[in-house]
């Protein structure tokens, strides 16, 4: 009798399993559609410094969206200390004028600098002018605190962006960067979640994405460390993703 007993905890595990697989396989399907229809840029497969590097070991690229925060990105920056992997921080404008010295501890780790818009608008809604600007000023505030030249990289909020951010990329040396392993952890589904849904995706060249924010804290840092563990064991390389202007 007890070996037929309905079980709560495996059907809410199964259930979970089945959710965070179809999340996995609506981000897959949602990058070869943005691969088809965005303008050009970085999707991760192929690293955009390193060809031709002594280094061998396959590459996953770790970044992070949305910051800085104050509650977020001193605990990421301790986990990536503590593991010795550089990665990539996208920043939000607005968040850079909040928290200077925020920005100034990231450069400081020597990791890499992104632009995420100032206000983490849909770009394709913006006018013209206010496209630029939404580049322009986060790149203007990211260097006079950093004392370094403007970032080279953007991320557009959302992953979408069209060509009229493209062509004011282009003007200014800078280069897109989307998404590979994205596992939607806005959504706060639990850092083991998280885990489940980039790990179920790492192969080479991954670009995963995880998000910064006051909820996400405390997942962020959990998945990011836990993440980066299995990727080594794995036999993967953790970089930061660069291109030189």
């Known amino acids: 009798m007890s070996k037929n007993r309905f079980s709560w905890k495996s059907f809410l595990s199964s259930a979970d399993e089945l959710v965070d697989l179809l999340s996995v396989s609506k981000i897959d399907f ?4 943005g691969k088809q229809v965005l303008p050009e840029g970085f999707w991760g497969e192929v690293s955009l410094e390193a060809e031709g590097s002594e280094n061998d070991l396959p590459v996953v690229y770790l970044t992070f969206d949305d910051g800085p ?5 001193p605990y990421l920056l301790e986990v990536l200390e503590e593991a010795n992997v550089k990665a990539t921080f996208f920043l939000i404008g607005s968040q850079v004028a909040r928290h200077p010295e925020l920005v100034e501890q990231i450069a400081r780790h020597g990791h890499e600098l992104g632009n995420h818009s100032y206000n983490h608008c849909f770009m394709p809604m913006l006018l013209s ?4 600007k ?3 000023d ?9 004392g370094c030249p403007p970032p080279v990289l953007f991320r557009p909020p959302y992953g979408l962006m069209d060509q009229r951010a493209a062509d004011c990329l282009k003007e200014r040396s800078m280069k897109a960067v989307y998404w590979g392993s994205a596992p939607e952890d806005w959504s706060q ?10 790990m179920w995706r790492v ?3 991954t670009l995963i994405v995880l998000h910064e924010g006051h909820l996400l ?16 064991n794995l036999g993967y390389r953790m970089a930061k993703v660069e291109m030189r202007a």
């Open 217 to 232: 804290g405390h997942q962020t840092a959990a998945a990011a460390k836990e993440i980066i563990y299995r990727c080594k």
């Open 138 to 146: 986060t790149n203007e505030r990211i260097s006079e605190i950093t």
């Open 129 to 132: 002018r206010d496209l630029e």
């Open 134 to 136: 939404e580049i322009a």
């Open 69 to 73: 925060d104050p509650r977020t990105t």
């Open 203 to 205: 192969s080479q060249g």
């Open 189 to 198: 589904p639990g850092s083991h979640r998280v885990i489940r849904r980039v």
């Open 30 to 33: 949602l990058t070869r559609l």
